[in-house]
């Protein structure tokens, strides 16, 4: 069974427009980190946000923001006021902590084209 | 946040060589990691690489083709022995620090 989940294999959002991108998990551990990069056409992978799985609150970090709904494994990307510069691949992790394992687990990605 | 410099950025090799890859942190880290990325798709976990001693391969990956050392806490190497061009991917270091996962710039490999 998969992992993280990204339905999207891609998406078009307009310029200062909000976009949301989708991830959904699996884990039997109570104790898990999720985690978005965004990788542009250069290939590095630039953090984006963290959430834990016993944070109460949703997760910020400027336009970003990580919609986590627990009880749904769901643990969706939210970008404000989309700029041409977001344009890139998205990727949804996971990391379980069972037995110390710290290495992340990666969804298949979402592919986010912005128009201007 | 942790610094994490990968060299070589991109090489192309001949089949039946190997490439080593270097990966340095600008500061200790207790964890280190070698994914791949095959085009187009996502990053797969090659290793943990454990200072001191023998890395931690995951299921498909063998310490024969994929060798890697760990002398201390800043810097580790990954090798693709015997290449094919099946191995041409991105080879992507990454480095725990306090809370996220870091990564370098990757290698991107091309094999003829």
């Known amino acids: 069974a998969q992992k993280i989940t990204q339905t999207q294999p891609g998406m078009f959002v307009q310029e200062k427009e909000a976009v949301t991108l989708d991830c959904t998990y699996d884990t039997s551990d109570p104790s898990y980190g999720l985690f978005w990069y965004k990788q542009p056409s250069s290939g590095e992978m630039i953090f984006l946000i963290y959430?834990?799985?016993?944070?109460?609150q949703n997760a910020t970090e400027g336009r970003y923001s990580l919609n986590f709904q627990k009880a749904r494994k769901s643990a969706n990307l939210v970008i404000s006021a989309s700029q041409l510069g977001d344009s890139a691949m998205y990727f949804c992790?996971?990391?379980?902590?069972?037995?110390?394992?710290?290495?992340?687990?990666f969804g298949s990605g979402t592919r986010l084209q912005v128009q201007p | 946040s942790a610094v994490i410099s990968q060299k070589p950025s991109r090489d192309i090799c001949q089949r039946g060589t190997s490439l080593t890859i270097q990966c340095q942190v600008d500061?200790?880290?207790?964890?280190m990691f070698w994914y791949r990325q095959q085009p187009g798709q996502s990053l797969t976990l090659i290793a943990t690489a454990n200072q001191g001693s023998e890395a931690t391969y995951e299921s498909g990956f063998v310490i024969d083709k994929f060798p890697i050392s760990r002398p201390n806490l800043t810097f580790s190497t990954l090798t693709v022995s015997n290449l094919s061009p099946e191995d041409s991917s991105i080879y992507l270091c990454?480095?725990?620090?306090?809370?996220?996962?870091?990564f370098g710039e990757g290698s991107r490999l091309t094999v003829l």
């Open positions: 500061s200790q880290v207790t964890m």
């Open positions: 959430q834990g799985s016993y944070d109460q």
């Open positions: 992790a996971m990391r379980e902590d069972y037995m110390g394992r710290r290495a992340l687990t």
């Open positions: 990454s480095a725990q620090g306090s809370g996220e996962l870091f």
